[in-house]
């Protein structure tokens, strides 16, 4: 699985698990996780910005597409997955819905702290995940 946000860190992260894929003849799951506030605070009217399904959905798609523009899939089979939720937490999830062996993901995102120390959510899966996890540079 290959948890995205289109930045280059991820697209690198991607690269890098094309070749693997290729190597042993294995599926690649893209997400992207369209972070609501909901996810890590809960429901509160008094604070929400009301996002359509629609908005949600439609980010994740262009994300998707922004990740995969220029590179070449080759013969390896992709499952593009948008959800949306708080970033490592639904990564940790679909560990266990879509029984991966492997997460490869970039080192930073476009967090508020981009670039600085290994990205949060990076950080977090490191620590959480029950499968392998692979940070490209």
């Given at each position: 699985?290959?948890?995205t946000d289109a930045s280059e860190f991820s697209r690198r992260?991607?690269?890098a698990a094309l070749e693997m894929a290729r190597m042993f003849q294995a599926?690649?799951?893209l997400l992207f996780v369209t972070y609501v506030p909901e996810a890590y605070w809960g429901y509160?009217?008094?604070?929400?910005i009301e996002i359509s399904k629609d908005e949600i959905s439609?980010?994740?798609n262009q994300v998707l597409r922004d990740t995969l523009a220029g590179i070449d899939l080759g013969d390896v089979?992709?499952?593009k997955k948008s959800i949306p939720g708080h970033p490592s937490s639904v990564i940790l999830e679909e560990v266990s819905n879509e029984n991966i062996d492997l997460i490869v993901m970039g080192s930073h995102?476009?967090?508020p702290i981009a670039r600085?120390?290994?990205?949060s959510v990076s950080q977090r899966v490191l620590r959480k995940s029950t499968c392998s996890v692979l940070i490209v540079k």
């Open positions: 699985m290959v948890p992260a991607l690269t599926e690649v799951v509160n009217p008094a604070y929400t439609e980010t994740g089979p992709l499952k995102g476009y967090g600085a120390v290994l990205g």
